[in-house]
């Protein structure tokens, strides 16, 4: 037997035996379920739950702001930005008074700017996310040079559809956009690169993307796991990203004009909303690290994720189901009000005693994205013959401050906020519910994109609160000595 025989001989039988311990590795692992939360887990996360409880009185003690909020709710400034500002109250003789709120893009009015996209019936997200990241109004030509380059970019890697969206599909679109965004680092030969130019040219990429990686996430799962028929709809480069989004998802492409002007508006509102909102801080946070465009924004889709933020939209649409199975008349004042009563004594509803779609961490008297969106949401109802909807809504909508101010000392009033109608809106679009979020991710990115390079621009410190320990010290104890 030549040298040479020898070792593939050997090689073989090596690989074979490789082979063999990978077969019976995977066929041992198929048979346990990894998504089982053991016995032995459950003692393990008392222990856990139980070393993390930290006394409440301690933040007061040592006057810390949880959740990076004091007593009264004002957030603790941590930066400062050109970009958006929310405004709520006044001061007035040194005390801080409710008003009215408003939402500020680039020193703007939101309700001027979308006053004046109504004015000219036009789309106008393409209009914000260029004021957003150049602050400036586009002139015509801008703007049309501007929604040009968008178009562009309006195109996925080869085969990215089948070998990553169709890939293990997830019921949760927020983790299949996450898991697309950081995938799309392996086709990008200038990832790392985090100049201004390389990043806006990144960002501009994925807000023009996001419409179709949401949609198409959306497709695979209903195909694969819902067994619905798979339509996969090449975006038409002459529409606003507002009507791809409809086109792209419905199987006949079709929608009417007032449909996607108001998922236009629902996408300006979202676009931004100032620098402390938890995914756009974790936007300067991650950034603030120096990682790529692809990990910020990964970790940003992960915040917004969370159902006390840009998931609080469903939670509004499942009341109002419940709501409407268990109010008899829609139009009794008195049987609305006795549900909302049940649902903030933990009676009805999930019992946690929420209303939702009710209350803000800034406004108080008045959310303008609640007041500008109103409108459109009335319009759009009344084109679904859904007026009777619409009326339920606006009775909760007075009725619910009321009776939260009746059962809850707070400091301040509370108000409907955008997640009370958007939910509606989106159902009212047959938006499957799988997409509320990843839409509000849609619109978001784009103020995500103008927070990052305007991190990256002022070449700020690495972003890094302090906590206090509140464990005390204590002295080793050898292994024999344990309990």
Sequence with gaps: ???????????????????????????????????????????????AYESTIIDSELYKKWDVKRGLRDLKG????????????VHAVDIINGESVPVDGDLYYRGYNVKELVKGISSRNDFGFEEITYLLLFDKLPNR??????????????RLPKNFVRDVVMKAPSSNMMNTLARSVLTLYSYDSAAEDISIPN??????????????????????????????????HMPNNDLSLAENLLYILRPDSSYTELEAKVLDI????????????????????????????????????????????????????????????????????????KYL????????????????GVGHAVYSLSDPREVLFKSFVERLAHEKGLDDEFYLY?????????????????????????????????????LPRELYTPIFACA??????AHRIEELSNNGKIIRPAFKSAQPIRDYISMDDRD
């Design 266 to 337: 629902a996408m300006v509102l979202h676009a931004d909303h100032g620098g402390g909102n938890n995914s756009t801080f974790t936007t300067h946070v991650v950034t603030s690290t120096g990682t790529d465009t692809y990990s910020s924004v990964a970790a940003s889709l992960g915040s917004l994720k969370g159902p006390r933020h840009g998931g609080a939209n469903v939670k509004v649409v499942e009341m109002f189901e419940d709501m409407k199975e268990v109010i008899k008349d829609w139009k009794d004042e008195e049987e609305v009000r």
């Design 394 to 430: 606006d009775t909760v909508q007075r009725l619910a401050p009321e009776e939260i101010a009746k059962r809850r000392p707070i400091y301040k009033g509370v108000c409907a906020n955008v997640d009370f109608y958007s939910g509606f809106v989106y159902k009212m679009l047959d």
């Design 1 to 47: 037997m030549t040298e040479q025989f020898s070792c593939i001989i050997v090689k073989y039988y090596v690989n074979l035996k490789i082979f063999e311990r990978f077969y019976l590795m995977t066929e041992f692992t198929n048979e346990f379920d990894y998504s089982a939360v053991t016995p032995d887990i459950k003692l393990l996360a008392e222990k």
């Design 444 to 449: 978001r990115i784009s103020g995500w994109s």
């Design 341 to 356: 009563t049940d649902i903030l004594d933990k009676k009805a509803f999930d019992k946690n005693g929420l209303i939702y």
């Design 74 to 85: 004002k957030g603790v400034l941590a930066g400062l930005t050109h970009i958006s500002d």
């Design 141 to 154: 030509k801008e703007l049309s040079d501007f929604k040009d380059i968008l178009a562009r970019y309006r």
């Design 199 to 232: 990043v806006l040219r990144q960002s501009l990429q994925l807000i023009s993307l996001f419409p179709m990686l949401s949609v198409y996430s959306y497709q695979a799962y209903a195909h694969y796991q819902k067994n619905e028929s798979l339509y996969i």
